[in-house]
């Protein structure tokens, strides 16, 4: 089975602080994603990445950024954590040919609570 | 952009029950995914549903591709306390290869 592997379940920064939230798969994926997920909002796309060191803005990449050097490992940066930034922190991978046809493999989330 | 509007928000029922969601959209979409989210862990796929009509069982869980193709629904009968999580409906986005957009989730809340 796929493994999608998220370094922290939960983590607890201050506000200004630079966050890193790692994430890990172990079927060389081309494709990997960072969502964040919120009460009554669902799953929403901060960025994508579709080979190394390639990247794409998702739908709310206001505040953050990602790092791709190694096809197993996709990073997500917090520049300057914000409150409005706490929030639970999902990747994903799949991988073509068919890709988010055939759906998504997540890890089991990051909490992150900015203080 | 792509829209699904996933109903209800959230549900509360008795052990034994069966239980309805659905998802819709603005616009047509060519697979429809229910994943399932358990309490502090990520999403997994549950059911995959790529023709229109397709009606498609895993277990006690049906799931139906809306002849329009702008909806998709989710049945799960006789529920048990561990069918509690949250339920989300997703679609590949059009000419955004590799991409879902997600609904906004149903709350499951099962009472012994």
């Known amino acids: 089975d796929v493994k999608v592997t998220q370094s922290s379940r939960y983590l607890v920064k201050r506000t200004g602080e630079k966050v890193f939230l790692e994430c890990v798969q172990d079927?060389?994926?081309?494709?990997m994603f960072w969502y964040r997920q919120d009460p009554g909002l669902g799953l929403r796309l901060i960025y994508f990445s579709y080979d190394v060191k390639m990247k794409e803005k998702g739908d709310i990449p206001e505040g953050y950024s990602v790092s791709r050097e190694k096809k197993e490992r996709f990073s997500l940066i917090l520049e300057s954590a914000s409150t409005n930034q706490t929030s639970m922190y999902l990747c994903a991978s799949t991988s073509p040919p068919g890709g988010a046809v055939y759906g998504y493999t997540f890890g089991s989330g990051t909490r992150l609570t900015v203080v | 952009g792509q829209q699904l509007n996933q109903s209800p928000q959230s549900m509360f029922i008795q052990e034994g029950e069966d239980v309805s969601m659905n998802c819709t959209s603005s616009s047509i979409f060519n697979t429809w995914l229910w994943y399932k989210q358990d309490p502090g862990e990520g999403p997994v796929l549950l059911i995959a549903?790529?023709?229109?009509?397709e009606l498609t069982s895993n277990g006690r869980l049906t799931a139906q591709f809306g002849i329009t193709r702008k909806d998709s629904f989710l049945n799960i009968s006789a529920s048990i306390p561990s069918d509690v999580g949250i339920y989300f409906c997703?679609?590949?986005?059009?000419?955004?290869?590799?991409?879902?957009?997600f609904g906004q989730g149903t709350i499951l809340t099962v009472h012994p």
């Open positions: 997703a679609g590949p986005r059009v000419a955004s290869y590799g991409k879902l957009t």
């Open positions: 549903l790529y023709k229109a009509g």
């Open positions: 079927m060389d994926h081309e494709n």
